[in-house]
């Protein structure tokens, strides 16, 4: 699937929003300046995608080969090196892969969540990390909990932004947490470009409202 126009506009309105905030006063834009780095080559994509043995969603592949791969560098941060996006940005391409797991592996597995599980499903879900469970389950019940997600962004908090690689969501933005105990959800949106440009179609309508008015002089009114 092309995603050319997308693109395009995405392109268009995020300098329109770099005009219009210029106070940075979007959440998170102070972090991430609405600056993006030069987009990824094919041959980083091809590399990143065989080291990790995944295949990126299309329209997550569009966005860092054709807008940008990652932004203004913060040494030792957990926003790391982040494109302007949705909260404090978008990881560039390898940053970060295991903020949440260090063994990788967990990425070629199948989806685990699905959207119909209940609080309670979930609750029942986190019970099972215990005190008594020991360090290695515990990583092992991360990395089946977390199946199938690639973290692309800091929320804030103990809050993520996730890439779900497998599946009938593949594309599909999700939002998680460290702590286990607070059930993943997925965005409305049916694939990270459209999640994309909705964020910046609100910014840009948040902007303009916040856009001071201009008073004509008095001597003007009549």
């Not at 929003?17 to 091809?46: C, M, N, Q, T, W």
């Not at 997550?60 to 404090?88: D, L, M, W």
């Amino acid at each position: 699937m092309y995603y050319t126009e997308q693109v395009r506009r995405i392109k268009d309105k995020l300098k329109t929003i770099k005009s219009l905030d210029r106070r940075l006063e979007i959440f998170g834009a102070d972090y991430h300046k609405y600056y993006l780095g030069r987009p990824a080559y094919a041959h980083e994509v091809a590399e990143f995608e065989a080291k990790y043995k995944i295949t990126l969603p299309p329209c997550y592949k569009s966005f860092i080969t054709e807008v940008g791969n990652g932004g203004i560098e913060y040494p030792n941060s957990i926003v790391g090196n982040s494109a302007a996006g949705p909260n404090y940005g978008i990881y560039k391409l390898e940053t970060l892969v295991n903020v949440l797991i260090q063994n990788t592996d967990y990425l070629q597995n199948d989806f685990f969540f699905n959207p119909s599980m209940t609080e309670a499903t979930w609750e029942n879900i986190y019970e099972n990390l215990g005190q008594d469970i020991t360090d290695e389950d515990y990583d092992r019940h991360l990395e089946k909990v977390f199946s199938g997600i690639l973290v692309i962004g800091f929320c804030g908090c103990s809050g993520y932004q996730g890439l779900v690689l497998n599946g009938k969501e593949k594309g599909r933005v999700i939002y998680l947490y460290d702590e286990v105990e607070y059930r993943p959800h997925l965005a409305d949106e049916s694939n990270f470009l459209d999640w994309y440009e909705n964020w910046l179609d609100d910014a840009i309508n948040k902007s303009k409202v916040a856009q001071p008015k201009t008073v004509k002089p008095w001597w003007r009114v009549w």
